[in-house]
């Protein structure tokens, strides 16, 4: 699925602004997350993963935006029943023929419906997901609401404060993370400079 079949979808799914700039943000980050994940792999000639494969198309940027713009999808239509949650989107995606390692990295975003991760494309949605959420709180209370005036060491004190921004789970992070083999300011850090440089997408 190319990413304009895919904003095009989200689009005919969800009319909330806000949860399309979330997709926008998990795509962002997303994107820069698999470009990060390739670099260090060719520089270190193996994956360093807890979750590793061997598949030259496990950084595909493409495949990793299009499971980040869609990962929240039929958020809208499945009238706030979780236990639906994502399963709306894969019969959609069935339906068009998409492959099935992008339905189930939609699907392991949600541990409700798939509680374990299979590849580092499953556990890099897994945690950019909440972090591109905490991150958007640390915008929301900046005096000018914007991202630029976001820093790496308030996002990370943010971090180990749960009544801040109470629904971006902290251990769906640390488990994504881990699986990932990245330290927490590592993954902070790529992922407050994704959503910076895309604050305009994100309006903020």
């Known amino acids: 699925?190319?990413?304009?079949?895919?904003?095009?979808?989200?689009?005919?799914?969800?009319?909330?602004?806000?949860?399309?700039?979330?997709?926008?943000?998990?795509?962002?980050?997303?994107?820069?997350?698999?470009?990060?994940?390739r670099e260090r792999s060719q520089d270190s000639g193996q994956a360093g993963m807890t979750v590793v494969t061997n598949d030259i198309d496990e950084f595909d940027e493409e495949e990793w935006a299009v499971v980040g713009l869609l990962h929240d999808a039929d958020y809208e239509l499945i009238e706030k029943d979780p236990t639906r949650h994502t399963l709306v989107t894969?019969?959609?995606?069935?339906?068009l023929g998409v492959s099935e390692r992008i339905i189930q990295a939609i699907k392991a975003h949600h541990f409700g419906i798939k509680p374990t991760r299979d590849n580092i494309l499953e556990s890099g949605v897994y945690a950019v997901d909440e972090m591109?959420?905490?991150?958007?709180?640390?915008?929301?209370?900046?005096?000018?609401?914007k991202l630029a005036t976001v820093e790496l060491l308030s996002v990370l004190k943010k971090f180990r404060?749960?009544?801040?921004?109470?629904?971006?789970?902290?251990d769906q992070i640390t488990e994504g993370i881990s699986e990932l083999n990245m330290s927490l300011e590592d993954f902070t850090k790529l992922a407050?400079?994704?959503?910076?440089?895309?604050?305009?997408?994100?309006?903020?």
Request: charged fraction near 30%; glycine fraction near 6%.
């Open 1 to 37: 699925m190319k990413r304009e079949d895919a904003w095009k979808l989200l689009n005919e799914m969800m009319t909330n602004k806000n949860l399309i700039r979330h997709g926008l943000a998990v795509e962002c980050i997303m994107r820069d997350l698999c470009g990060y994940l």
């Open 90 to 95: 894969a019969e959609k995606l069935e339906a």
């Open 132 to 145: 591109s959420g905490l991150i958007t709180a640390c915008a929301l209370v900046q005096p000018e609401k």
């Open 161 to 170: 404060q749960p009544n801040f921004a109470a629904g971006a789970r902290r």
């Open 192 to 204: 407050l400079e994704a959503m910076q440089k895309h604050h305009e997408d994100l309006g903020l």
